[in-house]
């Protein structure tokens, strides 16, 4: 199939999900920069639309909406990629300012945030796809790899809290997860005491009696088993 082909039926597909304010935004944000990343970047990265949505809402720190130019979702991953025009986004000194604040609080709430220059992606387009493709590669295999059935090695869980430690230093307590995911203690010591079996995480002993309050995620920060 051709760029053409599926960028019409990815785009009408979203429009006849939408109403509203998200159908207007769709209609009005996809426009040049947007469509030439996704068919000079992603088309050549991925050669599918498949997890990547176009002006997608999301809440800023202060739980107003906006929308990002593209979202990619894979798996309980959020990947948000937003194309930066200078006059749009560089000339307003508070706008620039709500820009920041809003890719750090993204980033505060496990998104990551890929942020590319029009102007690099015009002249130098073979450069942005080959750091997009260096940022992506850990979570590529994956991509290519999923065809509706669940076969990852670690249960929904056992992910969440191999995230969690990797955003505390790859020190996780049980106490402190069990409040933030909002699962009873002894189900997250129960999963923390699985991935240690499974070479993920190494409990900590604490004291002259070795008891175990903390657990350290040993593995890899890129590995597709955190999907």
Known sequence: MSFEIEHEKWIKAHLSKRHGERKDALNRGHGFGNRMFAEHIWWNLM??????????????????????????????????IEIMDYGSHGTDRSKYRTDL?????????DCYVISISLD????????????????????LAAAEGKDGTD?????????????????NHRIISPSRAADELEVHKQTIIKYCQSLVEK?????????????????????????TDLL
Do not use: C
Not at 60 to 66: A, I, L, T, V
Not at 120 to 139: C, D, G, H, Q, W
Not at 156 to 161: D, P, S
Not at 203 to 214: C, E
């Open 47 to 80: 050669g599918h639309f498949a997890g990547l949505h176009p002006e997608y809402e999301v809440k800023d720190w202060r739980g107003r909406s906006y929308f990002v130019d593209f979202m990619w979702i894979l798996g309980s991953l959020r990947f948000i």
């Open 101 to 109: 604040n809003r890719g750090l609080y993204l980033q505060s709430q």
């Open 120 to 139: 690099e992606m015009k002249e130098n387009p073979t450069f942005v796809l080959a750091m997009v493709r260096s940022i992506l590669a850990p979570y």
């Open 151 to 167: 076969r990852r090695k670690y249960p929904k869980i056992e992910r969440q809290l191999m995230r969690l430690a990797i955003r």
């Open 199 to 223: 070479g993920k995480f190494r409990a900590i002993p604490s004291g002259a009696a070795g008891k175990i309050y903390k657990y350290e995620y040993i593995g890899s920060v890129q590995s």
